[in-house]
């Protein structure tokens, strides 16, 4: 994976001068649908490699804050009780330096280690996770550290806040009804009601930001391990990430389950300009948190 995002000149890409950390973590083992997300990182820095680099929202050229891509997290070998660890020291060395970290799953699990680093760093943190599905099982496939269980670990490490959901176990729903206000159910987010607020009412000022992309409605995301019918679009997400970046201090974030198809690069494209629109959005969004 010797791609770099955005096919960035050295001006840019320096670590002693970039202000944000791309990190790829390509493990896949827990995954129980569709394979592949393991390619996902990959994918989606082949396709940054075609962005157009202004940002016409912006008007500014996100990049030149310096945007380094890391290597590859070394998961060879590494079990999914190991990943956490693994991934949180990775972490650390980037946070340990102020940088603004991205992580590239992967499957969801690989959030776990990134989310234990920033934890270190910032102690009053919350997550906001945008997902389609609950993650809120204790076990699945005789594993608590399946993708599944994601945002059961989340919340052993931090306030969870959940949004977007549409898919769900009993059991999970049982552990969502156990945590009011946290979790976000699709099916009552509607136009005019005030969930967007009481999102940013659920969160704490710092918060890291995980976004699996099923989170999207699949007609505009369908390379991902298990799409769900109903979801978010493109603008409407841009809106929702606006508001976030504009009254919280997102501090790291991740994009993961990217499951690329052959034949169809879109849905990496769209991964990779969303990572870029993060950037953006962290660094010159009016009226943010610098």
Known sequence: MDTAFGDLGDEWTRLDVARVVILPIPYERTTSYVKGTGRGPGALLEASTQLELYDEELECEPHQIGIHTAAPVGIEGVSPSELAEVCAQAARRFVG?????VGLGGEHTVSLGLVRAHKERYPGLNVLQLDAHADLRDTYEGSPYSHACVARRLREIVPTVQVGIRSLSREEAEAAAAAPGKVFMACR?????????????????????????????????????????GGFGWDETMRLLRVIFQHKNVVGCDVVELCPQEGNVAPDFLAAKLVYKLIGYRFHLPGGVS
């Open 97 to 101: 330096q102020d940088k603004w970290l």
């Open 189 to 229: 987010m509607r136009p005019g009601s005030p969930w967007v607020v009481q999102v940013l009412e659920a969160l704490s000022r710092e918060v890291y930001l995980t976004i699996d992309l099923d989170f999207f409605n699949p007609s505009v995301m369908p390379s991902v391990g298990f799409p769900e019918p």
